[in-house]
């Protein structure tokens, strides 16, 4: 079964940094885009960052509010993806999901429960 | 970016009603386009993708239609655990984006 867990969500002034951890199971993490996905309090989702996979030289994408902020990286020995967020301001206050793309499939099968990041001082 | 317009945002229903949600993209996206349904306090969950593929564990009672920049959503008959919220995504392009969202409330 596929499981995608984050971690490393919590309270940050603005201007601080934080680093959200997702750990996956139950599927070949190395095959796999892996994608963040954001949703401010009342609001609708929003698409953060991805990384492809190796064969696709792990190159990212993010969206123009985080780019130059935000930066997604992973690690396939660990089965782990991580969102690295800096500069942070307090319009970045959202639950944070992990998701999983398949590529030819659609994307964002499977999520994880969520981390919450306030930005606030 | 490419927008995408859902309607209605909100819509009143009954158990066993047959209910439709479209979304309209602001250009065309081939059929590069899922569905998701959320709960208060839950991911999103993915319910159609490829506009029309039923997602693996989702009831037969979803449906997707569609291509180009014209989608629709149907629930065939509602069930009590299908009010919620739903959502369309496109991911033609960069940056992938979310429709405003459609809640399904009880009539």
């Known amino acids: 079964e596929v499981h995608l867990v984050e971690s490393g969500g919590g309270l940050v002034r603005p201007g601080g940094s934080l680093r959200l951890s997702c750990a996956a199971s139950?599927?070949?993490?190395?095959?796999?885009?892996m994608d963040w996905v954001r949703q401010a309090p009342g609001k609708g989702p929003e698409w953060v960052g991805r990384?492809?996979?190796?064969?696709?030289?792990?190159?990212?994408e993010y969206a123009a509010s985080v780019k130059g902020r935000f930066t997604v990286s992973r690690d396939d020995s660990q089965n782990s993806v991580y969102l690295q967020m800096n500069s942070l301001k307090n319009e970045d206050t959202a639950v944070y999901y992990c998701?999983?793309?398949?590529?030819?499939?659609?994307?964002?099968?499977?999520w994880g429960q969520g981390t919450l990041v306030t930005v606030s001082s | 970016d490419i927008q995408m317009t859902q309607s209605p945002s909100s819509l009143s229903a009954s158990v066993g009603d047959r209910v439709t949600i479209t979304c309209r993209a602001s250009?065309?996206?081939?059929?590069?386009l899922g569905w998701f349904q959320q709960k208060p306090g839950k991911a999103p969950k993915r319910l159609i993708y490829?506009?029309?593929s039923l997602q693996t564990g989702a009831p037969s009672r979803f449906s997707g239609r569609g291509s180009g920049t014209e989608f629709a959503l149907t629930i065939s008959s509602l069930q009590p655990e299908d009010f919620a919220t739903y959502y369309c995504?496109?991911?033609?392009?960069?940056?992938?984006?979310f429709g405003q969202g459609t809640k399904l409330e009880i009539k």
């Open positions: 995504l496109q991911h033609a392009t960069y940056p992938h984006t």
């Open positions: 139950g599927f070949t993490f190395s095959d796999h885009y």
């Open positions: 250009q065309d996206i081939r059929n590069d």
């Open positions: 998701t999983r793309s398949v590529v030819g499939s659609g994307c964002f099968d499977y």
């Open positions: 490829s506009a029309f």
């Open positions: 990384i492809r996979n190796k064969v696709n030289s792990y190159t990212t």
